[in-house]
């Protein structure tokens, strides 16, 4: 494909086990921690540039092949901008003891539960389903 690559290589800690990702090469307003890489996780369906719980810790770049950076990334990083926007909604207000069931009648739940189970199609994310999707009308 002929685009700059890095591996992100996050060492263990007392805290917890050591991780690695794929940087991608972007433009630098995309990338993570200003490092002109995308954050691409390998172990699981995520969002391309969706750092997770990764977002804090402390990395090492290992440099791992020169290209050409990858430009098209915006629309994949403004998913996950809009992704965790609306799981944080969704999730307050179920935090703060509302029932699921009452997302039908109010518009902004139901417009971003929506984005939330369109975003997991799209990008064939399942950890962020709530049980009742299971039962959703399929998108």
């Known amino acids: 494909m002929g685009y700059s690559v890095a591996i992100l290589n996050y060492p263990s800690s007392q805290l917890w086990e050591g991780h690695s990702a794929i940087g991608l090469s972007v433009p630098m307003n995309f990338s993570y921690n200003n490092s002109s890489y995308a954050f691409i996780e390998t172990t699981n369906p ?5 750092v997770g719980i990764y977002s804090d810790k402390k990395y090492d770049i290992v440099y791992t092949a020169n290209g050409s950076s990858f430009d098209s ?3 994949e990083f ?19 003891g509302e029932n699921f069931s009452q997302i039908q009648s109010n518009q902004t739940l139901q417009k971003n539960n929506l984005l939330i189970r369109t975003l997991n199609k799209k ?3 399942t950890e962020y389903l709530h049980p009742q ?3 959703a009308k399929p998108i």
């Not at 809009?82 to 307050?92: G, L, P, R, Y």
Request: aromatic share 16%; proline share 3%.
């Open 123 to 125: 990008y064939g994310i």
């Open 133 to 135: 999707d299971l039962f």
């Open 46 to 50: 995520t969002i391309p540039t969706d």
């Open 78 to 96: 403004y998913d996950v901008k809009d992704f965790e926007n609306a799981k944080n909604i969704v999730s307050n207000f179920l935090q703060n």
């Open 73 to 75: 990334i915006a629309e």
